[in-house]
């Protein structure tokens, strides 16, 4: 299915639970669940590399049943900025994760991308902030 301007639905190989999301006053329908968001920081700014490294730790306190990876302080792959990784495997880890990233984020930035053996940006859009 392609994305309209007005609706855009994130499809994943196995989709268990779809929910509607509104970001900057537009509704989106997005499948909720086996994603791996990341969370990127300026690695410039000692003090977003300092948020990031207090998220990350907060996360994997306040979030132990999630695969949470390791910190990065250089970027890796693929990625431009250092970052650090979570998988979430149900709607409700991934909903709880998109809600405590969003208060808790600060200056840095972040994007769920669906956890595919297939990965393709034209098929697989991603949801950031």
């Known amino acids: 299915m392609t994305p309209t301007p ?6 994943m190989k196995e989709m268990h639970s779809t929910s509607m999301v509104s970001l900057d006053g537009i509704s989106l329908n997005v499948v909720l669940t086996y994603v791996h968001p990341q969370v990127y920081h300026n690695p410039d700014s000692p003090a977003e590399v300092q948020h990031a490294r207090e998220l ?3 996360i994997r306190r306040e979030f132990p049943e999630l695969r949470t990876y390791r910190f990065f302080e250089k ?9 650090f990784e979570v998988n979430t495997f149900t709607p409700a880890e991934t909903g709880a994760l998109f809600g405590f990233l ?4 600060g200056p840095l930035s ?5 956890h595919t053996s297939e990965p393709s940006p034209d098929t697989y859009p991603q949801i950031g902030c």
């Open 56 to 58: 990350h730790e907060r």
């Open 6 to 11: 007005h609706q855009s639905v994130l499809q």
């Open 75 to 83: 970027p890796i792959g693929p990625h431009i900025f250092p970052m």
């Open 102 to 105: 969003t208060v808790w984020r």
């Open 110 to 114: 972040y994007v769920f991308t669906p």
